[in-house]
């Protein structure tokens, strides 16, 4: 087998034979240990019939390892300077296919239908650019892509609000929407010391596994999703405050709102962090009949 792109060592190596500096801007710290790297691939579940998308390959260090597991890896780097960087350091690699392209904008779904067509499953498996994890994972989940899942290295803090449960403080808007599409699993944390450059928080990685089937009735998806940040808008509010400050004619319908959260048994003193998937599914359900 090929020596390791993720050693110290070689890392160095290859950013000393082509000059590069890192672009903080665009979220570059790279992995130096093959051993987080061997996890991360590891709890994302790959076999040789196994698709993997990979979002900011870096000078390869992830890739590789998908590489060596998947039947196919298609990367997604934005940074131009890293293509020559790829192309030598994965020259080994014939399964791999680099696009040069920011995720944001990518037509995902036609990638998938060009390049996997006769994939089993296909993984998402990344080492985030820190600066646009939210965003990144909210595309992959709103797109409705046919992917299995998602395994990412995010900032711990981030990692800890998606996996979250109710009644604790970093379950909010986005503990919901995530667990929403996904069951979310936080797998380890990571210090930084295992980056280069190091980045000034704590990682982990988290594992999100799609639904069949959204965990609660929702009638009006987007309307939920409206609640619920309305709900969290200012986490030292209650409930009824923040839907009455936050939701479109809020205040001229406090008295059906307030009824609404008596009747379907949520005490409108409570605040939105108290709330479980399913009370924030049937108060949106009630209230959309009085609201939209
Ligand atoms: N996978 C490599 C590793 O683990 O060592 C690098 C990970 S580094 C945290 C993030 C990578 O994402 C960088 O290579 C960066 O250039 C790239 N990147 C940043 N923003 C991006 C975007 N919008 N679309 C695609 N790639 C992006």
Redesign the pocket.
Known sequence: TNKD??TPGR?REILEKYGFSF?KS???????DTNI?RKIVDVAGLSRETGAI??????????EQLARRAKKVV?????QR?LPILEDTLSPYENVRIIH??????DIRRVIAEEFTDAADIMVV???????TTP?IMKLLTDNLPIRGIVV?LQKEVADRISAQPGTKDYGSLSIAIQYYTEAEKIMTVPRTV?IPQ?NVDSAVIRLIKRKQPPVDVDDESFFFQVVRASFAQRRKTILNNLISNLPNGKARKEKIERILTENGIDPRRRGETLTMEEFAALSNALREVMC
């Open positions: 792109i993720a890392t672009k665009l979220g570059q710290n790279f992995l130096i790297l990979e979002i900011g390959p870096g000078i390869g260090a992830l890739t990367a997604f780097e934005i940074d890293l392209q920011d995720v944001l904008k990518a990344a080492n985030l650019p820190y600066y646009v990144i290295m980056f980045p």
